[in-house]
C-alpha cells in the first residue's frame, strides 16, 4: 500500500521520469524515459524530496530505454547517497541497451550498486560471463574460422591454376570452363575441390596416378558440359 505521506515526486529533464512512493519505510522510485547528462539532477531532486525515517530506497530502471556514460554518474550520486545516509539503495530492472551499457563497462548488471556479501545467492546470481563477452568470443571464433578459410583457400590455389591448365590443353577450353569443370566434379563426386585439382595435376606428371574411377566419372561428365 502506497503511504499518503510521501507524495509522488516527478520531473522531467532530459527525458527522464521518475516517480517516488513510499511502502512503510522502503522508497520505491520508479524511473523511465532516458538516462542521459542531466539525470544526475532528476535522481538527485527525487532523494532530496525523500522525508526522514527511509531506510531502503528500491529503482526500477525497466523503463529506461537508453543509458549513456553520462548517465553512469547516477551510479556515483546513488553510492554517495548510501554513504551519507543510513540507507540500503539497490536497483533492478536494467535491460535492453542500458544494460549492454552496464555490462560494457563491467559492472553487474543484476544490481550494479551490489557490494555486500550477497554474491552467489539464490536472489543475487554470479555472472561468470557477460553478454558482451560472449558475443566478442563468438565473434573472435567467426574471425579465426574465417582466417583459416582463407589461409586454405591461399594453400590451394596453385594446385587448382595447375589443375585448370591441364584440363585446358586436354578439352581446349577456357580458364573459366576449366574452373566449372572443377567446380561441377567436386559437387557430384562429393570431393572437395582442392584434393580433385590435386588429382588432376598428379595424373598429369610422368607416371602420375590416375585419378579415381569416380572422380574420373565426375570430370567426364562436367567437361561433356562445359568443354567445346
Request: net charge neutral; hydrophobic share 40%; with cysteine.
Amino acid at each position: 500500500m502506497t503511504s499518503a505521506g510521501l507524495a509522488a515526486h516527478t520531473m522531467r529533464l532530459n527525458a527522464l521520469v521518475i516517480d517516488a512512493r513510499r511502502k512503510g519505510r522502503r522508497a520505491l522510485l520508479t524511473a523511465r524515459g532516458e538516462l542521459v547528462h542531466g539525470g544526475t539532477d532528476t535522481l538527485g531532486d527525487a532523494l532530496a524530496a525523500l522525508p526522514p525515517g527511509i531506510t531502503a530506497i528500491e529503482l526500477d530502471l525497466a523503463g529506461v530505454s537508453f543509458l549513456d556514460t553520462t548517465g553512469l554518474t547516477c551510479l556515483d550520486l546513488l553510492s554517495e547517497y548510501v554513504g551519507q545516509h543510513d540507507v540500503r539503495v539497490t536497483t533492478h530492472g536494467w535491460r535492453g541497451q542500458p544494460r549492454r551499457v552496464l555490462e560494457l563497462v563491467g559492472l553487474d548488471a543484476t544490481d550494479p550498486l551490489r557490494t555486500d556479501g550477497a554474491a552467489g545467492s539464490a536472489d543475487h546470481p554470479v555472472r561468470t560471463s557477460s553478454a558482451v563477452a560472449r558475443e566478442r568470443a563468438e565473434q573472435l571464433d567467426m574471425l579465426r574460422l574465417e582466417i583459416a578459410q582463407l589461409r586454405q583457400a591461399l594453400d590451394s590455389r596453385p594446385v587448382i591454376d595447375q589443375a585448370r591448365g591441364v584440363l585446358m590443353a586436354a578439352h581446349g577450353c577456357t580458364p573459366d570452363q576449366a574452373w566449372e569443370i572443377l567446380r561441377e566434379a567436386s559437387q557430384h563426386s562429393n570431393i572437395k575441390l582442392h584434393r580433385i585439382a590435386a588429382a588432376v595435376t598428379a595424373s598429369a606428371t610422368p607416371d602420375g596416378p590416375p585419378p579415381p574411377e569416380p572422380l574420373r566419372r565426375a570430370l567426364r561428365t562436367a567437361a561433356a558440359h562445359h568443354a567445346p
